[in-house]
T-cell receptor, first 112, second 116 residues
Framework: DAKTTQPPSMDCAEGRAANLPCNHSTISGNEYVYWYRQIHSQGPQYIIHGLKNNETNEMASLIITEDRKSSTLILPHATLRDTAVYYCIVRDRSSNTGKLIFGQGTTLQVKP | DTAVSQTPKYLVTQMGNDKSIKCEQNLGHDTMYWYKQDSKKFLKIMFSYNNKELIINETVPNRFSPKSPDKAHLNLHINSLELGDSAVYFC???????????????FGEGSWLTVV
């Protein structure tokens, strides 16, 4: 089972920031938070990941709370091409293989 | 250049047939995966290979047999196809296991399998 909970869907106006929340209250100290997205009919695409500190790259920013029990993915200026399912994933800790366990994700609809 | 490529992209076949999906990565990664996405859109890992050695087998029926001839290739062979095997199959790769180093997994574009 996925170790994260996300809202099933969100809307965002084009050009505005999209803030996608994720709860991972059972995260352990060595587990990373990953964000992927899946645009319709494509493979999942890596966005960003973090452990404790906030992270930023050319695609997005990741804000992790101090207690690490939740995080927010921020797309600073959403475009129509950002419409996708966004997955927040905590690395599996039941084995040492680190497989990714996907939940249902958040379907983000960016509207003109 | 496509980093993780799969063939075929679409495959329609009859029940009982045997089929293969091929995957190649040109990223120099040492770990490759097969994920399955069913009609409800859930993505689940099936297999993982590290340096050609099987490290994850998620209780997949033994009709599914992965084969890794070298680090850059991980093929999926499916025997006696059933209706329930219809899904999208994604190949992926990473350098090392994400569990240890936090390394990223890169996915292919998927192979749409329809069993009729």
């Amino acid at each position: 089972d996925a170790k994260t909970t996300q809202p099933p869907s969100m809307d965002c106006a084009e050009g505005r920031a999209a803030n996608l929340p994720c709860n991972h209250s059972t995260i352990s100290g060595n587990e990373y938070v990953y964000w992927y997205r899946q645009i319709h009919s494509q493979g999942p695409q890596y966005i960003i990941h973090g452990l404790k500190n906030n992270e930023t790259n050319e695609m997005a920013s990741l804000i992790i709370t101090e207690d690490r029990k939740s995080s927010t993915l921020i797309l600073p200026h959403a475009t129509l091409r950002d419409t996708a399912v966004y997955y927040c994933i905590v690395r599996d800790r039941s084995s040492n293989t680190g497989k990714l366990i996907f939940g249902q994700g958040t379907t983000l609809q960016v509207k003109p | 250049d496509t980093a993780v490529s799969q063939t075929p992209k679409y495959l329609v076949t009859q029940m009982g047939n045997d089929k293969s999906i091929k995957c190649e990565q040109n990223l120099g990664h040492d770990t490759m995966y097969w994920y399955k996405q069913d009609s409800k859109k859930f993505l689940k890992i099936m297999f993982s290979y590290n340096n050609k050695e099987l490290i994850i087998n998620e209780t997949v029926p033994n009709r599914f047999s992965p084969k890794s001839p070298d680090k850059a290739h991980l093929n999926l062979h499916i025997n006696s196809l059933e209706l329930g095997d219809s899904a999208v199959y994604f190949c992926a790769s990473s350098q090392g296991w994400t569990g240890v180093t936090g390394n990223t997994i890169y996915f292919g574009e998927g192979s749409w399998l329809t069993v009729v």
